[in-house]
């Protein structure tokens, strides 16, 4: 019986490990990626911002006002790793970019945009 409680109880700790090194493998892929992601000029005051990947593609951008309203939204027919978004029809405010990459992992960063 103690032997039984002794395996019981080490494959559960086995497994736990197991399960948060998995997550934190996981985590640190999308910080890692994030972190790649460039966005400039922050705060936008010329009208275009550009957003730039290293490692993978920007599939879509999603531009979400300080509301939670989605104001814009950019696709590619073709992923890019660097591209430039005119802004002309969004007003000074913060939004959150939301960016999709071409193998569906989401991205977000902040966003000023100030027109003076």
Excluded: W
Excluded at 9 to 23: D, E, G, K, M, W
Excluded at 40 to 53: D, F, G, R, S
């Amino acid at each position: 019986m103690k032997y039984f409680l002794l395996i019981i109880f080490t494959l559960f700790v086995y497994i736990n490990a197991s399960a948060q090194n998995f997550a934190n493998s996981s985590v640190k892929g999308k910080e890692q990626v994030e972190s790649e992601l460039k966005v400039y000029p922050n705060p936008c005051k010329n009208n275009k911002v550009t957003l730039e990947l290293q490692s993978k593609e920007i599939s879509e951008v999603h531009f979400i006002n300080i509301t939670g309203k989605e104001v814009m939204k950019e696709v590619y027919d073709f992923p890019v790793q660097k591209s430039t978004i005119l802004l002309h029809q969004l007003p000074n405010g913060i939004y959150i970019l939301r960016i999709m990459t071409s193998d569906n992992q989401v991205l977000t960063k902040k966003l000023m945009v100030s027109k003076n």
